[in-house]
């Protein structure tokens, strides 16, 4: 197809530094002591295992051996497009995963989900360089070799899945990773805000567009069809009085 090779081509550019970790506490954690401690340049931080890697919310995020967990460190001009970057980073994740013929979807904002069952999350911290120039940490983990033991021992087995198990075979997970992070870089390099392009390829893959989705906001439970997502990011769903209300990725805790 026309889109995948586009999409291969644009993997080979990544002209940044990439530092390998056999094992780390949380690859976001370390990118943002590098940054803070001086480092100037973008880069990125990969391990085979952390031991505390952490989610959106302050949730634990299991990360044994056989995933691929990264940090991608760019440097923004302005905060206001961190949350663009987070979409960018969650549709490059759908798109690496794709290029292996394996059909995903976008719960948003930020969850990569194959056949219902989530494969990926990506977090997005913001820190300010000794520069003064921010710095847009995006924290991606992807379910690569990880076997149906593992997920059931992590109490994870009902809703998460790996590669491995949707396709009955490993992966590279270095590979993986490049794919991710040229993809990304490349939706970045085009454009600083979401382009129109983006904005339709994810509502292609949505999970649940057109479907009744719940929103917990502040612990409120929000109920509506899901129509997809806007030029700017944030989330619409229809009431059943057909009142239109959109919500941006900061305020919803949960997307059911
Ligand atoms: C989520 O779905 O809640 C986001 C999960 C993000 C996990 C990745 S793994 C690499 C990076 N380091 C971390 O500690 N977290 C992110």
């Not at 690496?96 to 904002?109: C, D, G, H, N, S």
């Not at 911290?125 to 990880?146: F, L, P, Q, S, Y």
């Not at 992590?154 to 993809?183: C, N, P, Q």
């Given at each position: 197809m026309e889109e995948d090779r586009e999409t291969e081509l644009s993997?080979?550019?990544?002209n940044k530094r990439i530092v390998i970790l056999d094992?780390?506490?949380?690859t976001n954690d370390y990118a943002k002591k590098l940054v803070a401690s001086g480092s100037l340049e973008d880069f990125i931080i990969f391990a085979?295992?952390?031991?505390?890697g952490g989610g959106r919310y302050g949730r634990e995020w299991t990360s044994p051996r056989g995933g691929a967990w990264f940090s991608l460190v760019l440097t923004i001009p302005?905060?206001?497009?961190a949350s663009a970057l987070l979409f960018k980073s969650a549709l490059a994740v759908s798109d690496a995963i794709r290029m292996k013929e394996v059909k995903t979807q976008i719960r948003w904002p930020n969850d990569i989900m194959i056949c219902g069952k989530k494969v990926s999350g990506c977090l997005l911290e913001t820190v300010k360089g000794n520069d003064g120039e921010i710095r847009a940490v995006i924290g991606i983990g992807v379910n690569v070799n990880i076997n149906e033991d593992i997920l059931k021992e992590a109490g994870l087995y009902e809703t998460a899945t790996s590669l491995m198990i949707e396709t009955g075979e490993e992966h590279d997970i270095l590979d993986l990773m490049y794919a991710v992070v040229s993809i990304t870089i490349n939706y970045f390099e085009k454009s600083l805000l979401l382009s129109t392009d983006e904005i339709n390829k994810i509502n292609s893959v949505l999970?649940?567009?057109?479907e009744h989705v719940t929103l917990t906001i502040n612990s409120n439970k929000i109920c509506g069809i899901c129509t997809g997502l806007s030029e700017d990011g944030l989330i619409s769903i229809i009431d059943e009085n057909d009142n239109i209300f959109s919500y941006s990725h900061s305020e919803v805790t949960a997307f059911r």
């Amino acid at each position: 197809m026309e889109e995948d090779r586009e999409t291969e081509l644009s993997i080979s550019r990544i002209n940044k530094r990439i530092v390998i970790l056999d094992t780390v506490c949380s690859t976001n954690d370390y990118a943002k002591k590098l940054v803070a401690s001086g480092s100037l340049e973008d880069f990125i931080i990969f391990a085979f295992e952390q031991t505390a890697g952490g989610g959106r919310y302050g949730r634990e995020w299991t990360s044994p051996r056989g995933g691929a967990w990264f940090s991608l460190v760019l440097t923004i001009p302005d905060i206001r497009y961190a949350s663009a970057l987070l979409f960018k980073s969650a549709l490059a994740v759908s798109d690496a995963i794709r290029m292996k013929e394996v059909k995903t979807q976008i719960r948003w904002p930020n969850d990569i989900m194959i056949c219902g069952k989530k494969v990926s999350g990506c977090l997005l911290e913001t820190v300010k360089g000794n520069d003064g120039e921010i710095r847009a940490v995006i924290g991606i983990g992807v379910n690569v070799n990880i076997n149906e033991d593992i997920l059931k021992e992590a109490g994870l087995y009902e809703t998460a899945t790996s590669l491995m198990i949707e396709t009955g075979e490993e992966h590279d997970i270095l590979d993986l990773m490049y794919a991710v992070v040229s993809i990304t870089i490349n939706y970045f390099e085009k454009s600083l805000l979401l382009s129109t392009d983006e904005i339709n390829k994810i509502n292609s893959v949505l999970y649940k567009k057109g479907e009744h989705v719940t929103l917990t906001i502040n612990s409120n439970k929000i109920c509506g069809i899901c129509t997809g997502l806007s030029e700017d990011g944030l989330i619409s769903i229809i009431d059943e009085n057909d009142n239109i209300f959109s919500y941006s990725h900061s305020e919803v805790t949960a997307f059911r």
